[in-house]
């Protein structure tokens, strides 16, 4: 299984980002994904989740309205569109592979695989 996610850098405040994890080694079409992201010194937290058949979606209340998570199961793509960007968005930026029979979607335990990160920074 390999995650690698791109697509982060600087942003100022009120600005959009758009992030990308390509997955390969499994069965994209068949697993929930999510975003994850861990400021310094803070621990991972959930951002967004998606359903496999990309009709289920779940946002953290703070970027609930700003961000948006999609997928292309196609291209084994996962995208997480970032508008109105806020300084307490900077952090580094995981996509995860929700396991087999997880029992919630929100913690760092429901997942067994992760990407290396993308660093989102946003700063005037």
């Known amino acids: 299984v390999q995650l690698v996610e791109s697509g982060g850098g600087l942003a100022q405040p009120g600005g959009s980002l758009r992030l990308s994890c390509v997955a390969s080694g499994f069965q994209f079409s068949h697993y929930d994904m999510s975003w994850f992201r861990q400021a310094p010194g803070r621990e991972r937290e959930f951002v967004a989740h998606i359903g496999w058949d990309w009709d289920t979606t779940h946002y953290a209340d703070d970027v609930k309205g700003r961000f948006t998570i999609s997928r292309n199961n196609s291209k084994t793509t996962l995208f997480l569109q970032m508008n109105n960007l806020k300084p307490e968005d900077t952090g580094l930026y995981y996509c995860?592979?929700?396991?087999?029979?997880?029992?919630?979607?929100?913690?760092?335990?429901?997942?067994?695989?992760w990407g290396q990160g993308t660093q989102v920074t946003v700063s005037s």
């Open positions: 995860g592979k929700r396991k087999d029979f997880a029992p919630t979607f929100k913690t760092i335990r429901d997942y067994d695989y």
